[in-house]
């Protein structure tokens, strides 16, 4: 497959900290093109296809620096792909202040919770929930063109942030975004991101982990982290820091929780965190901390019926679509057979299912199925060490099946899901039974199952 370079063009903003491109919603990459953005300060890189050109609307990652060069390239056989640059924001280098410390000190120390992100480009603070969905303060989405960007690095000796890797970033889908911005207990927005241009993963698949949510209590201990800025070690502005300090105050009737814990501006969207249970009871978003050590900040509290109503809106708003192994194979004359997938099992997408380990020059069946638990009333998996195949299960349901002959042990084939809503959230299996006579008295080999959960927005 040989792909050809048909447009090169060079964007700078001088003095910019960091750029981000927009491209025209009617931009088209046909099939097998791509575009690469490569940051000229730090060579970090973007790559999109088309369905992430869509997903992500035209907007690219931020990038450091005030130079990015833009490359299309089309994929063999294509006529007709159309990019179009229409803007480009850019970041100026800043200082930073106090705004909401409780007492003479800042005690916030480095953290590296893997749940929380900065959002870009308002600098406030959010945190996931899911696979894709994830919490901030209603007043720091006023624009929804939001970004959440994990493992921030340390941000530069004046304060200035340092934007993470391309594929650390996650455009909100603008879509998805509801939100509150009625002031103190009442402020609070919940949203879900795209994949991930570059992995193809949701936040949460590569980070390997999101928040519990908990019900407020009278009295605990409070956690806030998040990336509020840093006057007196400006290298960690607006990076990750947490601090506890007593649940001072929390009225249900206003849906306020009030703590005395070190924030600062950009500690807006974190979570307010139950430091006994560690889950998540609260959105900060107000100070009210005072250097002299009086008075406390504020945050919304996650059992507010209208935010959980959102909650659950986005969490039903799509399906990750994933793929699980179910069982092990048995050893046979050329190893262990073994069933993988890869690519996005989203509709619309295509994965490549692939098999290793089959008995050389060998013929077998791929079989479909629809479950993992029973098959033709008979219990999964099923053992067929009785059979004569020690070790060897079947593992799916055989629903139907395929002829296949394997050569050289390796296997794989292009499958395509259809762009088609009904097939959201459905379940399917895979296995590999080959024939192995120098496996063992039955002469078969089976693999692991391989399940595929469809994906897709709702």
């Not at 519990?212 to 607006?238: A, C, F, H, K, M």
């Not at 099923?382 to 395929?402: K, P, R, V």
Request: glycine fraction near 12%.
């Amino acid at each position: 497959m040989v792909h050809r370079l048909v447009w090169r063009q060079r964007v700078r903003v001088d003095g910019a900290n960091w750029l981000r491109l927009v491209f025209d919603r009617d931009s088209t990459l046909e099939r097998d093109s791509f575009v690469t953005l490569t940051s000229l300060r730090d060579q970090n890189v973007q790559f999109f296809e088309a369905w992430s050109l869509r997903d992500y609307r035209g907007m690219s990652a931020g990038f450091n620096g005030d130079t990015v060069d833009i490359e299309l390239w089309a994929g063999p056989g294509t006529m007709h792909n159309r990019l179009s640059l229409v803007a480009a924001e850019a970041g100026r280098p800043h200082s930073v202040g106090i705004q909401s410390q409780c007492g003479p000190t800042d005690d916030r120390v480095p953290s590296t919770d893997p749940r929380q992100a900065r959002q870009f480009p308002t600098g406030c603070t959010t945190w996931l929930i899911s696979k894709f969905a994830g919490l901030t303060a209603g007043h720091c989405t006023s624009n929804t063109a939001q970004q959440m960007h994990f493992n921030c690095p340390p941000s530069s000796s004046t304060g200035s942030i340092v934007l993470p890797a391309p594929s650390d970033q996650y455009p909100y889908d603008v879509s998805s975004v509801r939100r509150l911005n009625s002031g103190v207990g009442r402020d609070w927005t919940a949203f879900a991101t795209v994949r991930n241009s570059n992995t193809g993963l949701y936040p949460g698949e590569k980070q390997g982990s999101w928040y519990e949510l908990g019900t407020p209590v009278t009295s605990t201990t409070i956690r806030i982290t998040g990336y509020g800025v840093d006057r007196d070690q400006r290298n960690r502005s607006q990076t990750q820091q947490t601090h506890t300090g007593p649940l001072a105050t929390y009225s249900s009737s206003q849906t306020r929780l009030c703590y005395v814990v070190d924030t600062e501006g950009g500690n807006s969207g974190s979570p307010v965190i139950d430091d006994r249970t560690g889950k998540a009871i609260g959105i900060h978003t107000h100070g009210g901390c005072s250097t002299s050590g009086s008075g406390c900040n504020s945050g919304t509290a996650i059992n507010r019926t209208d935010l959980q109503a959102a909650i659950q809106a986005v969490l039903q708003s799509r399906v990750a679509g994933a793929f699980e192994s179910v069982g092990v194979g048995c050893k046979g004359s050329n190893g262990v057979p073994q069933l993988d997938a890869l690519g996005t099992p989203d509709i619309g997408r295509n994965f490549v299912l692939s098999g290793k380990g089959l008995a050389l020059n060998a013929a077998g069946i791929l079989s479909f199925g629809l479950s993992k638990s029973s098959w033709l009333s008979v219990p999964l998996p099923i053992s067929l060490t009785n059979a004569g195949a020690t070790g060897c299960s079947i593992t799916s349901s055989i629903d139907a099946t395929e002829g296949v002959v394997s050569t050289t042990g390796l296997w794989s084939r292009n499958i395509s899901l259809p762009n088609d809503k009904t097939w959201i959230g459905g379940r399917f299996y895979f296995q590999w039974i080959g024939l192995d006579k120098a496996a063992n008295s039955l002469g078969i080999t089976t693999s692991n199952s391989l399940g595929v959960e469809v994906g897709g927005i709702r």
